[in-house]
Nanobody
Framework: QVRLVESGGGLVEPGGSLRLTCAAS????????MGWFRQAPGKEREGVSC????????NYADSVKGRFTISRDNSKNMVLLQMNSLIPEDTAEYYC?????????????????WGPGTQVTVSS
């Protein structure tokens, strides 16, 4: 069965770090460009970061540049999101999905493969 599952979310204090993982089953993740998205209550879905399947080109939302790093481990069929210097505005449900590419406006072209999400809460 084709499936994506996110993990690694939780409660963290401002300035802390979390590492999210997106694990694929039922398909080979390294054939696809992958994106991380997030959505907070009352806000629209936001594209966080993207990584290509071929050369590892990345893209980031301005709000997370310099703090988040996306990577992939093809041997484990996983995509990772290292989140450092977390702030309360990062609080959201985080999702991974396959995407068409990582060029301009990449976040407007997700496929229908989504994980169920993992909650990240940044609070004192």
């Amino acid at each position: 069965q084709v499936r994506l599952v996110e993990s690694g979310g939780g409660l963290v204090e401002p300035g802390g770090s979390l590492r999210l993982t997106c694990a694929a089953s039922g398909f080979i993740m390294d054939y696809y460009h992958m994106g991380w998205f997030r959505q907070a209550p009352g806000k629209e879905r936001e594209g966080v970061s993207c990584i290509t399947s071929n050369d590892g080109t990345t893209n980031y939302a301005d709000s997370v540049k310099g703090r988040f790093t996306i990577s992939r481990d093809n041997s484990k069929n996983m995509v990772l999101l290292q989140m450092n210097s977390l702030i309360p505005e990062d609080t959201a449900e985080y999702y991974c999905a396959t995407v068409e590419g990582c060029g301009p406006l990449w976040y407007n072209r997700p496929h229908d493969r989504w994980g169920p999400g993992t909650q990240v809460t940044v609070s004192s």
